[in-house]
Structure formats: structure tokens, C-alpha cells
């Protein structure tokens, strides 16, 4: 995702719109490897993918989230940190 949302930055897009396929927009992230992560392996995949909330949040255009259905983990987090998000009623 992180590749996606550099190059919305550098294509010249007047606004970026962020959907997903399905009936839910996010479960949250997979909990099942952390147990066989070390420490520093787990903060590290932490702070990659907060990297990428934070490069969503800080691009130079308006970013618009269609949430439909559920919305937890970091979708919720690109959803709030986004320009606007808009619950599309399902």
C-alpha cells in the first residue's frame, strides 16, 4: 500500500478516493503470527505499517475513504485520518 499511495503522490492526482472490495471495508490485521514475532520484529512491522497510515495522511491532496460495512484496525486508522470518510449506508 505504502507503493500505491507514493505514486497517487506523484501522478498528479487532484484528490484520492479509497475503497474496498466486498461487503466490509476492513477486519483489522492478522493477530495470528504475532505470538512467533521477537519484540523488535513486532515493533518494527508496528511502525511500518504506521509509516503508511501516516504517508496517507500527509498526502498533499484531498483523501476521501468509502467505508462500507465493517471498519476496524487500520482501515479504521486510514478511514480517521483521512480528509473525510463517508459511510456509504451499508
Avoid at 492478522?30 to 498526502?59: C, G, K, M, Y
Avoid at 486510514?78 to 473525510?84: F, K, M, Q, T, V
Wanted: proline share 6%; hydrophobic share 40%.
Amino acid at each position: 500500500m505504502s507503493e500505491a499511495i507514493a505514486e497517487i503522490g506523484r501522478s498528479g492526482a487532484r484528490a484520492a478516493l479509497l475503497s474496498a472490495e466486498g461487503p466490509d471495508f476492513s477486519f483489522g490485521g492478522d493477530i495470528f503470527p504475532w505470538p512467533e514475532l521477537s519484540p523488535h520484529e513486532l515493533r518494527a512491522a508496528f511502525e511500518h505499517r504506521l509509516a503508511t497510515v501516516n504517508q496517507w495522511e500527509t498526502l498533499a491532496i484531498p483523501t476521501v475513504v468509502a467505508v462500507q460495512g465493517l471498519c476496524f484496525g487500520g482501515g479504521f486508522e486510514l478511514a480517521i485520518r483521512s480528509d473525510d470518510s463517508g459511510d456509504r449506508g451499508n
